[in-house]
């Protein structure tokens, strides 16, 4: 395709979602009676373009699985070549914006977040002053204007919106949200931890100073480890409010994850996905063996990708949890991609109809992994018929399972509606509700009394 000099296009992005995703754009010129006509066609990697008014630039992970930024530039008759404005590293871009002066590209360095700072031909500038215990999201900017917005919050500190501009050397506070919850008294620290085969991970523990300093204590703890997610520091409300009942809050920065690259993804991904559920299950047996918690005390949570990893965790390591709360799961590994949109998750998991997938699939699958007689422990499933990410059937047919085979007293409940999807989709006070039964579940169920 050629581009006219001058000339304003409109651009159109079209992803097919198969095995594998592929990506077209099309360009449409604004006084053209003419058809869009194809840029790029039936891409096999990640293309984010972005149309400027004498430039197209591109965030890409095609030859570089870190990503970059580009300029397309077209040719006649020819795919367009990619020249890099912003070359990989050895982190990942995990966001980035363009202003009308300024290119800003936010990284995932280990477990903390860096914004670096462009100018419009890829010369680094310098870095954001954000803090260093804090997560930062580039959230929005225009090519029109020197503003950008970004979001940045922390443990202890709900989401907060500041704005910058070239002319000013500080982000500025625009909005905040507002949370009853007072952050004095409570710090984080990074401890690390042998997984099963000595890879050393990192995990935040976070609570009241004296919870972190020492002895034994409630705690809860969560994962992600898919689809390259890496977990930085969040506020969330959950853990705010059993931080405040006395319990310890553990982050194991588990692979699966990219803090640590593409390379900490692709090890627990796909027929690897037992390295995650490994590194997860290492991190609950180091808080036991150093004496910061015990079995009876102790509570996981986690929802999506992370109630597989809770579910499989719950099946394979009961004898280290109290209580479990698995959110809008995937737990049947053998048919989840026969169920909705699931099978544009297949090069994430794997599929049953692979037979070099189905035996590590086998070999986790919740579902497929209880056992009759086994102490299960109390185990709360969320969802809802309204979920067309994790199919309902997964719930539903978890809990009946494990009501049959678990010998103990520990109850086995179904959090159940028939509106709630895989999103926060229920009205406020529904959502409310929610929350204080799973808060009410785990002051129940770990003996907290405020």
């Known amino acids: 395709m050629h581009i006219v000099p001058g000339e304003k296009y409109l651009g159109f992005l079209v992803s097919h979602f198969c095995v594998k995703t592929y990506t077209d754009l099309f360009l449409w010129p604004l006084n053209s009676e003419n058809p869009p006509e194809p840029l790029i066609e039936n891409a096999a990697y ?55 002066n300024r290119i800003y590209v936010c990284y995932t360095r280990g477990v903390k ?37 970004i979001e940045q919050e922390s443990f202890t500190k709900p ?28 710090e984080h620290t990074q401890v690390w ?63 699966g994850g990219s803090e640590f690259g593409v390379d900490w993804h692709n090890a627990a991904k796909r027929r690897n996905r037992q390295v995650a559920i490994d590194d997860f299950t290492a991190a609950a047996e180091w808080l036991i063996e150093t004496g910061r918690t015990e079995p009876q005390r102790f509570a996981i949570f986690g929802g999506s990708n992370s109630g597989l990893l ?28 026969l169920f909705d949109n699931a099978h544009v998750w297949v090069d994430e998991f794997g599929t049953a109809d692979d037979p070099d997938d189905f035996p590590a699939l086998a070999r986790y699958s919740p579902y497929h992994q209880v056992r009759d007689g086994v102490a299960y422990p109390a185990t709360m499933i969320v969802s809802g018929d309204a979920d067309r990410n994790c199919n309902a059937l997964h719930a539903r047919k978890m809990t009946a399972r494990l009501q049959a085979a678990n010998v103990p007293d520990n109850p086995i409940i179904l959090d159940y509606s ?31 009394t405020g």
């Open 193 to 255: 931890f042998p997984a099963k085969d000595g890879t050393q991970i990192p995990m935040f523990l976070v609570g009241r100073r004296k919870v972190l300093a020492a002895g034994l204590h409630p705690t809860i703890m969560t994962s992600y480890g898919g689809y390259g997610v890496s977990m930085t520091p969040q506020f969330s409300v959950f853990v705010s409010f059993l931080m405040e009942q006395g319990c310890l809050f553990a982050l194991p920065n588990i692979r």
């Open 418 to 448: 028939p509106f709630r999807g895989h999103s926060p989709v229920l009205p406020l006070s529904e959502r409310i509700e929610a929350l204080t039964d799973r808060m009410a579940f785990l002051c129940s169920q770990l003996g907290l």
């Open 113 to 149: 977040s860096e914004i670096q700072v462009f100018d419009l031909r890829g010369e680094r500038l310098g870095e954001l002053p954000v803090g260093t215990s804090d997560t930062v999201r580039i959230v929005g900017a225009s090519a029109e204007q020197d503003e950008l917005l």
């Open 159 to 186: 989401i907060q919106i500041c704005r910058l501009s070239a002319r000013t050397s500080e982000p500025q506070l625009w909005a905040q949200r507002t949370i009853p919850f007072d952050s004095q008294g409570y």
């Open 310 to 337: 809770v579910g499989a965790a719950l099946t394979q390591r009961p004898d280290l949890f109290r209580a479990v709360i698995c959110m809008v799961p995937i737990l049947d590994m053998l048919r989840y991609h």
């Open 46 to 100: 990640k293309f984010g373009p972005l149309l400027l008014k004498d430039r197209i630039l591109a965030i890409t992970d095609r030859d570089c699985p870190n990503s970059r930024i580009v300029e397309v530039r077209p040719r006649k008759d020819r795919e367009p070549e990619f020249v890099d404005v912003i070359p990989t590293s050895d982190r990942p871009i995990r966001e980035w914006a363009v202003t009308s």
